[in-house]
């Protein structure tokens, strides 16, 4: 009988996982299944440049059916799991509940924004974690521009021309570089948004930026966005937001009507449903081989699973996508040898380079010790991503957005309707109404007519 082998996850982790097991598998002896909620990969280095108008939505992402060959894939959501009978709750699109069987399962669910309970921020902040979210913040910005150019005020336009980021991450870091850079590109068709100028707050409450990346390479991004007029507040926390404010422990409240949170990820709750063992920190407890602890044929990577990290000892890998894919093909050899009675290879990755795009053609990278600053690491960056993202025609795209960008500037037309349509009964004439209860000609007068 076939193998079974279920995938729970398509992003970094689980494409690359179901590509490398496409390969080690005979077709005819295994069944693959890539269970996950979209039809794509998100590539998320790319998501600020998604939010930032200089590249295409739909240039960011990797569409599953594309890449796979021959393993099968089903949009549901995982709902839990149970490891002694071997399967995986499932709702399926049509919303029914279904329990599908497994033999080997390689769980890769990523992981969702850490919301700390801070007064206002879940119902005012906004996250950075997702496209939809990516393109709300795009649109918030012009939609604030517009907005403040119609504002009268000076000092309301200003709640709306000042833009707060909260994480001093990858994705915050980035973030607010691109989004700065989007803003300062489509200022000048607003002349008196451009006159008052636009402010950009990052905060972070550890003392530095980018704690994945060496320090001066970290005081060099720091000087460059300090430069672009990015206010820096290191060992500042977040203690309120409100829809027009955010209050700082510092006691500063800032008046703003843009709150973006990134400061830090953790497992989505479904890891808590799986039955299995976890860390202190919620992730999923695996060996070096990414084996479950305890269990034999359930396997688990990326941002949900605590790989101990072959660079420090006794820590669990950091979040990255250059680890998740990475272990996405060594779990694929190591359930491809399970079978094959081989010996299991374990994780031995460490990180050989680090990109933080700022906008504006400058970066900061280091790569196999060698640091780059400014336009040089701005290319290598770019390059990497080009090498890195699968399928020519994908990577084509991206050097066209890029370029068209470059020559010609970028957008500045708000688009929050798109997938959103009016009904159809919003176009519907209102019913004509006879008689007195419509208000108009008495019956009787209308009949002489
Ligand atoms: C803005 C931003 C920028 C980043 N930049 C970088 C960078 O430059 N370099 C880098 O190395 N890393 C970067 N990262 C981190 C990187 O995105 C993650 O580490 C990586 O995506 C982890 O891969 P994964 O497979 O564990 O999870 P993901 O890629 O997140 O995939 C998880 C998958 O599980 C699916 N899923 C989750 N829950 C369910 C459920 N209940 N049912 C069904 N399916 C489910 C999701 O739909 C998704 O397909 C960035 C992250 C962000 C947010």
């Given at each position: 009988m076939a193998l079974n082998v279920v995938i729970a996850g398509g992003g970094f982790g689980g494409l690359h996982a179901a590509r490398r097991l496409e390969r080690r598998l005979p077709r005819h002896s295994a069944r693959i299944t890539l269970v996950t909620q979209?039809?794509?990969?998100?590539?998320?280095?790319?998501?600020?440049?998604?939010?930032?108008?200089?590249?295409?939505?739909?240039?960011?992402?990797?569409?599953?059916?594309?890449?796979?060959?021959?393993?099968?894939?089903?949009?549901?959501?995982?709902?839990g799991a149970d490891p002694k009978a071997k399967t995986l709750a499932l709702t399926t699109l049509d919303g029914r509940e279904v329990d599908m069987d497994y033999d080997q399962l390689v769980v890769s669910l990523g992981s969702v924004s850490r919301v700390l309970p801070i007064p206002g921020l879940?119902?005012?902040?906004?996250?950075?974690?997702?496209?939809?979210?990516?393109?709300?913040?795009?649109?918030?910005a012009v939609l604030h521009l517009e907005t403040a150019e119609a504002i009268d005020d000076r000092e309301q336009r200003r709640e709306y021309l000042t833009f707060v980021y909260v994480g001093a991450g990858y994705a915050g870091?980035?973030?607010?570089?691109?989004?700065?850079?989007?803003?300062?590109?489509?200022?000048?068709?607003?002349?008196?948004?451009?006159?008052?100028?636009?402010?950009?707050?990052?905060?972070?409450?550890?003392?530095?930026v980018m704690p994945e990346i060496p320090a001066s390479l970290a005081q060099f991004a720091t000087r460059e966005l300090r430069g672009r007029g990015i206010e820096i507040r290191t060992g500042t926390r977040l203690d309120e937001v409100t829809e027009r404010s955010a209050r700082l422990s510092t006691g500063e409240t800032i008046a703003t009507r843009t709150v973006c949170w990134t400061a830090g990820v953790k497992p989505p709750a479904v890891v808590r449903e799986l039955g299995l063992p976890l860390t202190d920190g919620g992730r999923i407890d695996v060996?070096?081989?990414?084996?479950?602890k305890g269990q034999q044929c359930v396997w688990a990577i990326g941002d949900a699973a605590a790989v101990?990290?072959?660079?420090?000892?006794?820590?669990?890998?950091?979040?990255?996508?250059?680890?998740?894919?990475?272990?996405?093909?060594?779990?694929?050899?190591?359930?491809?040898?399970?079978?094959?009675?081989?010996?299991?290879r374990?994780?031995?990755?460490?990180?050989?380079?680090?990109?933080?795009?700022?906008?504006?053609?400058?970066?900061?990278?280091?790569?196999l010790g060698v640091r780059l600053r400014g336009f040089p690491a701005w290319f290598a960056a770019r390059t990497y991503h080009l090498?890195?993202?699968?399928?020519?025609?994908?990577?084509?795209?991206?050097?066209?957005?890029?370029?068209?960008?470059?020559?010609?500037?970028?957008?500045?037309?708000?688009?929050?309707?798109?997938?959103?349509?009016?009904g159809l009964d919003a176009q519907l004439d209102p019913p004509v109404q006879t008689g007195e209860a419509s208000g108009g000609l008495p019956a009787a007068a209308e009949s002489t007519r």
């Open positions: 979209e039809n794509f990969m998100l590539y998320t280095p790319l998501l600020p440049g998604a939010a930032s108008g200089a590249l295409e939505p739909r240039h960011v992402v990797v569409p599953l059916r594309e890449e796979l060959d021959w393993a099968e894939i089903r949009l549901a959501r995982i709902n879940a119902e005012h902040g906004v996250g950075f974690k997702t496209l939809p979210e990516a393109i709300a913040l795009r649109n918030r870091l980035e973030g607010i570089a691109e989004l700065q850079d989007y803003v300062t590109d489509v200022i000048d068709r607003y002349p008196r948004c451009r006159l008052d100028g636009t402010r950009w707050i990052l905060v972070e409450a550890m003392d530095r060996d070096a081989t990414m084996r479950v101990p990290d072959p660079a420090r000892k006794g820590q669990p890998c950091p979040p990255t996508a250059q680890h998740a894919l990475r272990q996405g093909r060594v779990v694929a050899d190591n359930v491809a040898r399970t079978l094959a009675g081989g010996r299991l374990k994780f031995r990755y460490r990180t050989l380079g680090v990109f933080v795009d700022m906008g504006q053609h400058k970066a900061v990278a280091t790569m090498v890195m993202m699968p399928g020519l025609a994908r990577r084509w795209r991206l050097m066209f957005d890029w370029t068209v960008g470059l020559l010609f500037g970028r957008a500045s037309a708000e688009l929050g309707g798109l997938g959103h349509p009016q």
